[in-house]
């Protein structure tokens, strides 16, 4: 059974906090994402990896960072948290382009 | 403005009722997705289309792809309550990223 593990369902963190999202993939997938999702605007892509230590920015990568050390690992990194950033994010990985993606549960992080 | 313009954004129905939802782009793609995503859970991939005018089928949920490739509907037949949930659109853009629509809310009342 194919899995998509994210570290914490929930979390609260102060502002100003650097903030750390874990997730891994047990399926030893190249393609690896990061998405957040807030209502009436969908799943928008923060980052991604292709590879291990690769990455690429998605659609709204600022005030985050990731790292792909090992390809079953890839971590969002909010180096100064903002209320802003408050949003449940979501993980997934996939094997190649133009195949299925694999969620994860969600972090549901709040930021006060 | 989004790639996917999914409508209607929130539905609410009677168990038993018929219903469509619609992803539409003035993009043309290779291929179309749709996701169910759950309360508390990360969405589940449904059903892949890739051909112009394609019709797949799901026990009673039928998804279209648009002739042009540009649109896709999901009807789903005498909706029950366990469909209720998130449903979602997405494509490959050109390289390695995948791009959600916004999503339509169904709520299917007992």
């Known amino acids: 059974d194919v899995k998509v593990t994210q570290s914490s369902r929930y979390l609260v963190k102060r502002t100003g906090e650097k903030v750390f999202l874990e997730c891994v993939q047990d399926?030893?997938?190249?393609?690896m994402f990061w998405y957040r999702q807030d209502p009436g605007l969908g799943l928008r892509l923060i980052y991604f990896?292709?590879?291990?230590?690769?990455?690429e920015k998605g659609d709204i990568p600022e005030g985050y960072s990731v790292s792909r050390e090992k390809k079953e690992r890839f971590s969002l990194i909010l180096e100064s948290a903002s209320t802003n950033q408050t949003s449940m994010y979501l993980c997934a990985s996939r094997k190649a382009r133009n195949t299925e993606a694999f969620f994860g549960q969600g972090t549901r992080l709040t930021v006060v | 403005t989004q790639l996917l313009e999914q409508s209607p954004q929130f539905l609410s129905i009677q168990e038993g009722e018929n219903l469509t939802v619609y992803c539409n782009s003035s993009s043309v793609f290779s291929s179309l997705q749709w996701y169910r995503q759950e309360p508390g859970e990360g969405p589940v991939l449904l059903v892949t289309?890739?051909?112009?005018?394609e019709v797949k089928k799901l026990k009673r949920l039928t998804f279209q792809f648009g002739d042009a490739r540009k649109d896709s509907s999901l009807h789903i037949t005498a909706a029950q309550p366990g469909d209720t949930g998130l449903y979602l659109c997405a494509v490959n853009t050109g390289g390695f990223k995948t791009i959600f629509g916004a999503g339509t809310r169904l709520f299917v009342k007992a």
């Open positions: 990896s292709y590879d291990v230590k690769m990455k």
């Open positions: 399926m030893d997938h190249e393609n």
């Open positions: 289309v890739v051909t112009g005018g």
